[in-house]
Structure formats: structure tokens, C-alpha cells
């Protein structure tokens, strides 16, 4: 299918409206919560009824504007209308950071054209920061243009992670990288929200990321970003299965080929 500059522009206008008026409900809500508005979908894996309430404005906004796309969303994960336009959208990532009073979160929403990234926007309410970028047009932070980090060595460089707590059964690999990393990293942290570890990375403070067992919903909007700031995203194979295995690494190219290398030699068995 056809689409032109004028649409992805206007597909990334109705994302960031979305966002701000999730943002609204995140912000009224935040140390707020009582423990009846919490759920645990699974072993310390949550949702709140800001998570909820956050993605129902959104795919409201979306489909007020296109009732026939599809939408893939972290709550409810509704799909229909069999478009090749399909909407990624985390209503709120870092929902145990939000629970406990932590002010690291954001909303994420990315549209996929016939399987191709080709818009991203993530919104830190709390900073009112907004992240946004179309695929071969370059990553923005509040109008202003963004580059990945020019360091291009992990001794350098200052590192994100997440922990893989979907899947402990790598746990141990998992701390040999982590470790390995230490080892030749300036830093590493781990901020809780994988599309905020992502969008700093697009902005170059971090030099690198990666994370195991993630949806797509966490990557979407971070990986394009990362790409349109100049910087290289791949699974742990150096392909470009991320979305789907939910192995991921991003950074700057020579960062990333650092980070690639050390998970390749750990993860080959």
C-alpha cells in the first residue's frame, strides 16, 4: 500500500494526542492507588487501573481517527479488521515503578505498516517529555532532533538493562552477560521501563541496551526511535527478529557489535 509523509505525520499527530490524554489519567493517578486497583497477571508481572484505564483512552483516540486498524495492545490485546496497518501500544511501561511511587514510566505507541516499523512516539508524563520518530525522518525529543551516543566502545559507554523476570530459567547466562558487561562498561543501570531505556538510548545517555523476553509492545516505539537516531537494533542472532523473540539490542554500531558479541558467546548453547 501507498502511504506518503503527509500520513505518517498525521498517524504521529494522533499518537501523541492519544498519549497526552493517557498521560492525564497516569499523572492523576500516580501515588494514588489503593491495593484494589492492582492485579498480578502473573508471578510479579502487574497491571493497575491506570494501565487500564491509560489504554482505553488510547485505542479510543486511534480508532475515533481510524476505525479500520488494527491495534495489538498489553492489556487487552485486541486485534481485529485484519489491516496492514496495526497500532503497538503499552498503556503504561513500568507499571512496578508506578505502583510503588518510583517516577519512571512512560506510554508507548508505534504503527506498523505491512509488518514495517514506521511511527514511534514514547511520553514520560511526569517530565513531559515526548519521543517521537518516522521511519527515514529522523528521532526527536520535544521538536528537537537526537542522536544516538558517540561513544562507540562499551568502556565508554554507560549501559541499560532489564531483568529477565518472565523467564529465570536464563538466569544464569542472563548474570554472565550482566557481569561480563560490568566488567567493560563504564556503568550499567537498570530503570525499569524498557521503551525509556530505549528512548535514552536513542538520545545517547545510554550507549547500549538490551533485554531478554520482552513483547513487542515494550520495543516498538524504542527500536525506531533507536534506528532513526542513528544507532543498530537486532536480536541476540544480529537479526531482526526482535519483536518476535523478544531478545533485544540496541546502541550505538560499535557499542552494539561489543554487547552482540559478548551475548552470542554466552547464549550459543
Known amino acids: 500500500m501507498t502511504i506518503n509523509l503527509n500520513d505518517l505525520n ?7 494526542e492519544a498519549a497526552l490524554r493517557a498521560g492525564v489519567v497516569l499523572k492523576e493517578r500516580f501515588r ?7 492485579d498480578e497477571k502473573a508471578k510479579n508481572d502487574f497491571v493497575t487501573e491506570a494501565d487500564k484505564k491509560s489504554e482505553e483512552i488510547i485505542k479510543s483516540h486511534i480508532w475515533s481517527h481510524f476505525s479500520d486498524h488494527d491495534i ?12 496492514p496497518l496495526l497500532w503497538i501500544i503499552d498503556p503504561l511501561d513500568g507499571t512496578l515503578n508506578y505502583i510503588h511511587g518510583l517516577p519512571s514510566f512512560a506510554v508507548s505507541i508505534a504503527l506498523e505498516i505491512e509488518g514495517e516499523l514506521a511511527v514511534g512516539l514514547i511520553y514520560e ?11 527515514g525522518q529522523g528521532a526527536f525529543k520535544n521538536g528537537t532532533r537526537i542522536h544516538i551516543s558517540r561513544s562507540n566502545t562499551l568502556s565508554t559507554s554507560l549501559v541499560a538493562t532489564g531483568f529477565p523476570f518472565r523467564i529465570k530459567d536464563i538466569i544464569d547466562n542472563y548474570l554472565k552477560v550482566f557481569k561480563e558487561l560490568f566488567m567493560h562498561a563504564t556503568g550499567i543501570r537498570r530503570g525499569g521501563s524498557a521503551c525509556l531505556d530505549l528512548a535514552y538510548t536513542a538520545e545517547g545517555i545510554f550507549g547500549g541496551f538490551f533485554e531478554c523476553s520482552l513483547s513487542p509492545w515494550d520495543m516498538a516505539a524504542g527500536a525506531l526511535l533507536v534506528k532513526e537516531a542513528g544507532g543498530v537494533v ?10 518476535k523473540t523478544g531478545n533485544i539490542i540496541a546502541g ?18
Not at 495489538?72 to 489491516?83: D, F, I, M, T
Not at 537486532?234 to 519483536?243: P, R
Not at 550505538?252 to 548453547?269: A, D, P, R, T, W
Open 234 to 243: 537486532t536480536d541476540f542472532d544480529g537479526g531482526n527478529q526482535y519483536l
Open 10 to 16: 498525521k498517524y504521529l499527530d494522533v499518537a501523541k
Open 72 to 83: 495489538l495492545a498489553e492489556e487487552s490485546l485486541a486485534v481485529r479488521n485484519a489491516s
Open 32 to 38: 494514588k492507588l489503593c491495593p484494589s486497583m492492582i
Open 252 to 269: 550505538s554500531k560499535g557499542v552494539h557489535q561489543e554487547m552482540l558479541k559478548i551475548i552470542q558467546e554466552i547464549f550459543k548453547n
Open 125 to 135: 508524563p511526569l517530565r513531559e517529555n515526548i519521543y517521537s520518530a518516522i521511519k
